[in-house]
């Protein structure tokens, strides 16, 4: 069965500092990547996506950027944080787009908190 | 990006109750997804509609997708406390997923 992690759970950074948070997906091969952002009152932002290694899709102008250096691996990178960058991170998976019978999975998310 | 109509944003019931919510959008989805969201945790699919007209249960929770492929709605029946939480609607089409705003169900006791 599949299975997608998240690290870390939670993270507490300075204003300035560098980011990375890091998404691993199992038991799927070659799967769609995303990274939403959710703020306080629910609503998911789609940041980036990603149909390949080293193929991204920017959603978001921000500072934010990500790479996908492995076909199961996706992260998520800043050089400077902001305070507006603080929220709850999600990485999901998808199957089956390219067949019109898309499904997405997310993982456990990662809390931020950029002070 | 495109935002789907979730209605009712919030929900106060009884525990016992049946509960309707409902999302429409003005594209066309190949897909719709409902999911449950507890705090601090990502949203867990609860339901997956692939199909106009699709009527589909999983226990207590009905949902189906619209004939127009741009409406869906989630029944959940004789809810109990652990129902509470936040509910999304999610369509896809292509590579991408457009999420309603959610809905904040609370079951009383």
């Known amino acids: 069965s599949q299975t997608i992690h998240q690290w870390p759970a939670t993270l507490v950074q300075p204003v300035g500092s560098p980011l990375s948070l890091e998404c691993t997906v199992e038991?799927?091969?070659?799967?769609?990547l995303y990274w939403y952002r959710q703020a306080a009152g629910r609503g998911l932002q789609l940041l980036f996506y990603?149909?390949?290694?080293?193929?991204i899709s920017s959603e978001v102008p921000q500072n934010l950027s990500a790479s996908r250096p492995q076909d199961r691996q996706f992260i998520l990178s800043s050089k400077k944080l902001l305070l507006s960058d603080s929220g709850f991170y999600l990485c999901?998976?998808?199957?089956?787009?390219?067949?019109?019978?898309?499904?997405?999975?997310f993982g456990p998310g990662t809390r931020l908190l950029v002070l | 990006g495109q935002q789907l109509n979730q209605s009712p944003q919030s929900m106060f019931i009884q525990e016992g109750e049946d509960v309707s919510m409902n999302c429409t959008s003005s594209?066309?989805?190949?897909?719709w997804l409902w999911y449950k969201q507890d705090p601090g945790e990502g949203p867990v699919l609860l339901i997956a509609?692939?199909?106009?007209?699709e009527l589909t249960s999983n226990g207590r929770l009905t949902a189906q997708f619209g004939i127009t492929r741009k409406d869906s709605f989630l029944n959940i029946s004789a809810s109990i406390p652990s129902d509470v939480g936040i509910y999304f609607c999610?369509?896809?089409?292509?590579?991408?997923?457009?999420f309603g705003t959610g809905t904040s169900l609370t079951v009383i006791p």
């Open positions: 509609l692939y199909k106009a007209g």
């Open positions: 999901a998976w998808s199957v089956g787009t390219s067949t019109r019978r898309g499904t997405q999975y």
């Open positions: 038991g799927t091969s070659n799967p769609n």
């Open positions: 594209s066309i989805f190949n897909t």
């Open positions: 990603s149909v390949g290694i080293g193929q």
């Open positions: 999610a369509g896809q089409t292509g590579n991408q997923f457009y």
